[in-house]
């Protein structure tokens, strides 16, 4: 097949050709560093360039939003980290945010209006699944129709945000073959990498919380596990691994799966 | 007359004690940190009808919160009937509220028949602790105290309601015999005056006015005892729902007294420039019973130890030693603790110890992954991940303390913006070479 190589718009070139994109769309350090998340980063760029979407990142100019120092108690240092987020985002006139980590999504959505960043917070999920619904997605059904695919609920779309039916109208977009979890929407079990848990050891215990939320998976034998967070990414797939299912069940982000099935 | 005066007296011991009781508390609030305005009344009375009066976080978990609703729901009806009795015990009436006609016939008999399903209820909720293991009943915190805390109040409620149950129907057997008008009506009522059929008269009497006397007098003795028990829940779940949070879960409050740090610092003309003289010096975070938001402190004495919190917390489930229901009865027994010298000597008062290390360990607040599971389960809209957090606020910022990954993840935002030690040169590297398929 045809291949088009697909430049990224940034916002500092952006503006100084004196144009303004609708969208920001944040990637977030996990998209920007994490081998396996860049991949979702590109997978849901390349969605927005086959929209023809107005959008452009920030690149070098994007620095963390502060949550992990703000759960792990550093607020000091998370409003430095907003402050200067703010600023830019002034500098760029930036009004929609379109973020692909529940975590970014959701300090800025109630977080930073504190501080005086007010701003249309899109979660890529909630954007996905009206773009489904407004007819401009069409997605294949044949890719993914007859896998059974579950949906990991990340804490901070789900009970945090309440953004619990977005993300299953595009997986039914997508299979005629959701199935959920015992433990699923606002009973879902925590991957184990939140408030700073993702870049630390676990305190001493029984168990890895990420074994017990991937027990919960296995237990209706899955071939997709579907996810929406970068965190949870690493978590499902370390889970995988460790239960040495690599082969049976593979774990895509959301956005992947819809690329997939566009055949982007 | 006599009987009058013993039960004005008997009153005002009550609403004596329960004054004092509640004048102690407001002190230590008084003493705790600001948490939120509270606004939008039509939205909090929306929420407390539907997650209070509407129990509707209960049926989260649907047997058991059915039952728990129907003894709540009783209750609400059966209150009607207690301030029936102060009304006729001040008076020397009898069945004083029956002026209100079929709205009293409808709660006499409500209250009738929910005595009885409250005693099945509680049947269950005893033989559930007595003799079943279930495991939300266990766990470090859930020391010998909390388990006789429960079956006592347990019991009192049972008791309560035999005694309704035989004022009811003893009152029925009294007016039938008497040709007497009956006033409300008594399903359950009816059936058990069948056990005065024998009796004389005079003793039908005396099982009413018994069962009257001991009635009222378990309410006011009760009403004493739940400030000091667990089951201040009884008081507390209620005004807790009202006053929630009414954000999303997600959201933490923000400090504004880092924000105005932050912003002397980011001012260049400000950043050296010394602090008022004036200024008083800010604690950050929480390191005792008295730095904890009246929010917090409402959420820890609203607590009934159900446990619905900790059965669903990841670390918990994992063997971790956090327990969101221990975070709360921990903040609870240390303002208990320090209560009296709260009350005595304000702030000032210190006992050598604190809420931190000496009740809750830096382990468990490390433990948290702020997945907000503990607060969508509980029933009451306590909020446990506000009170940890505050707590690592105080150990990063007033202590320099965390795990030494977690500072590595600090200085790594500090320098280069990201948690992990990359480039902000590098933050492109995802987007080269991207190439989609022509569709």
């Keep these: ?60 100019e994007e620095t963390c939003t502060g949550d992990p120092a703000r759960r792990a108690g550093n607020e000091m240092l998370y409003q430095m980290q907003a402050f200067q987020n703010i600023e830019i ?52 059904l044949s890719k ?44 879902a079990l925590c991957c184990g990498a939140g408030g700073g848990q993702m870049f630390k050891e676990a305190e001493k215990g029984e168990k890895e919380v990420f074994i017990e939320r991937t027990e919960d998976a296995l237990k209706i034998n899955p071939q997709i596990i579907a996810t929406s967070c970068p965190f949870c990414m690493t978590m499902m797939t370390d889970g995988i691994k460790y239960k040495n299912k690599e082969e049976e069940i593979k774990n895509y982000d959301i956005a992947e799966l819809v690329a997939l099935s566009l055949g982007l | 007359m006599v009987s009058q005066i013993i039960f004005a007296i008997a009153l005002l011991i009550t609403l004596s004690i329960f004054a004092f009781t509640t004048w102690r508390y407001v002190r230590l609030f008084m003493l705790t940190q600001p948490a939120f305005r509270v606004r939008n009344f039509g939205k909090r009375f929306g929420l407390m009808m539907k997650v209070a009066i509407g129990q509707t976080k209960m049926f989260r978990r649907p047997i058991l919160g059915l039952i728990h609703a129907l003894v709540f729901w009783g209750f609400l009806v059966i209150l009607i009937g207690s301030i029936e009795m102060v009304i006729d015990g001040l008076a020397g009436l009898e069945r004083s509220l029956s002026v209100l006609g079929w709205f009293y016939n409808f709660i006499i008999a409500s209250g009738d028949v929910f005595a009885i399903i409250i005693v099945v209820a509680i049947a269950i909720f005893l033989s559930r602790r007595l003799f079943m293991h279930v495991k939300r009943f266990e766990g470090i915190e859930m020391k010998r105290i909390s388990h006789v805390d429960a079956n006592v109040a347990l019991t009192i409620i049972l008791l309560l309601m035999i005694s309704l149950l035989g004022l009811n129907a003893s009152y029925v057997a009294y007016q039938t015999a008497t040709n007497g008008t009956i006033h409300g009506y008594f399903p359950i009522g009816n059936y058990l005056a069948g056990l005065f059929g024998n009796m004389s008269l005079a003793v039908i009497h005396t099982h009413h006015q018994v069962y009257w006397w001991s009635h009222i007098l378990l309410i006011f003795v009760f009403a004493n005892l739940l400030p000091y028990s667990k089951h201040f829940h009884v008081f507390m779940s209620v005004p807790n729902v009202f006053l929630s949070r009414l954000e999303p879960l997600g959201k933490l409050p923000n400090m504004e007294n880092v924000t105005r740090e ?49 059965s669903v917390c990841p670390a918990n489930i994992t063997g971790k030693k956090l327990s969101p229901r221990k975070v709360m009865m921990d903040l609870r027994a240390r303002m208990k603790e320090k209560r009296n010298g709260l009350i005595a000597q304000g702030k000032e008062y210190s006992d050598g110890k604190s809420l931190l290390r000496d009740y809750i360990s830096e382990e468990e607040l490390w433990a948290c992954t702020t997945c907000n599971a503990c607060a969508q ?26 795990p030494g990954e977690l500072k590595a993840v600090f200085s790594n935002i500090e320098n280069n913006g990201a948690p992990w030690q990359y480039s902000p040169e590098d933050r492109l590297i995802w987007a080269e070479n991207l190439e989609m398929n022509k569709v």
């Design chain 1, 1 to 60: 097949m045809e291949t088009v190589k697909i430049e990224i718009p940034v916002m500092a070139d952006l503006f100084a050709r004196g144009e303004k994109p609708e969208y920001l769309f944040w990637v977030g350090c996990a998209g920007a560093y994490d081998d396996r998340y860049k991949k979702v980063a590109g997978a849901f760029a390349k969605i927005l360039t086959h929209l023809k979407v107005s959008f452009a990142v920030l690149g070098k």
């Design chain 1, 144 to 187: 993914f129709a007859n896998d059974r695919i579950t949906y990991h609920d990340p804490c901070y779309l789900g009970r945090a945000n309440g953004i619990y039916d977005d993300p299953r109208r595009v997986l039914r977009a997508l299979t005629t073959n959701l199935i959920e979890m015992d433990r699923n929407r606002s009973f």
């Design chain 1, 89 to 140: 985002f002034k500098m760029y006139e930036v009004e929609k945010i379109i973020t692909i980590c529940p975590h970014c999504y959701n300090i800025f959505k109630n977080e930073y209006p504190d501080l005086g960043g007010h701003y249309e917070v899109i979660s890529y999920v909630e954007f996905l699944d009206k773009q489904i619904a407004n007819g401009k997605l069409k997605l294949n």
């Design chain 2, 377 to 402: 389960e509980c029933p009451i809209n306590i909020d446990h991940p506000k009170l940890i957090v505050d707590m690592r606020r105080y150990l990063v910022m007033e202590e320099g303390s965390a």
């Design chain 2, 262 to 310: 932050v912003k002397i610092m980011m001012n260049p003309e400000t950043a050296y420039a010394a602090a008022p003289a004036n200024a008083p010096i800010e604690r950050f975070g929480v390191r005792d019973a008295e730095d904890a938001s009246w929010k917090s402190y409402l959420d820890s004495l609203s607590c009934t130890e159900c446990g619905r919190c900790t």
